[in-house]
């Protein structure tokens, strides 16, 4: 499998939802189904088919981020030498050059985006046509809404 590219913060945050699943989440669901199954029967017993579907859902979720961590490769930014250019992990200041707007969007891996953030996909259309950009370049954009002229006014790696 190939590897996909994550930054330090999001490598952390998958690794803190991870430690959360196994420490609070998997014991709750357990001691949940544990005092379901003291209830007596188990046909009829609606807390515990509840627990049990959550915890399939715990468990799945578990291997899920135990996957994407395994797969993934964590890109220090800071310790990049690009110089000027956008790169994976870069947070970049842009200008709609048809309305002069300034947004900032930092460039992630696809289960860190979260465009309320202004942390925008590494394959999404935006930052495909950002990667290899310098300050000062003008950028088109083929967006859903129809393209969109950007100005790069900055480039950083924080």
Not at 130 to 136: D, P, Q, S, T, V
Request: no cysteine; hydrophobic share 40%; net charge negative.
């Amino acid at each position: 499998m190939n590897k996909v590219p994550l930054t330090i913060r999001g490598a952390e945050k998958l690794r803190a939802e991870l430690q959360k699943l196994k420490s609070e989440e998997r014991p709750r669901v357990v001691a949940a189904i544990a005092e379901a199954r003291a209830h007596g029967d188990l046909k009829e017993n609606a807390e515990y088919h509840a627990a049990r579907e959550q915890q399939g859902f715990i468990e799945g979720r578990i291997k899920e981020v135990e996957a994407k961590l395994a797969n993934a490769q964590v890109i220090d930014v800071t310790k990049l030498n690009p110089g000027g250019k956008v790169v994976f992990g870069a947070t970049v200041d842009l200008a709609d050059v048809a309305s002069g707007d300034e947004i900032t969007y930092q460039i992630v891996g696809d289960d860190e985006a979260d465009i309320k953030q202004g942390l925008v996909s590494v394959s999404s259309p935006i930052a495909r046509a950002l990667i290899g950009k310098m300050e000062g370049d003008e950028v088109l954009v083929q967006a859903p809404g129809g393209n969109r002229e950007y100005e790069v006014l900055a480039v950083r790696y924080v």
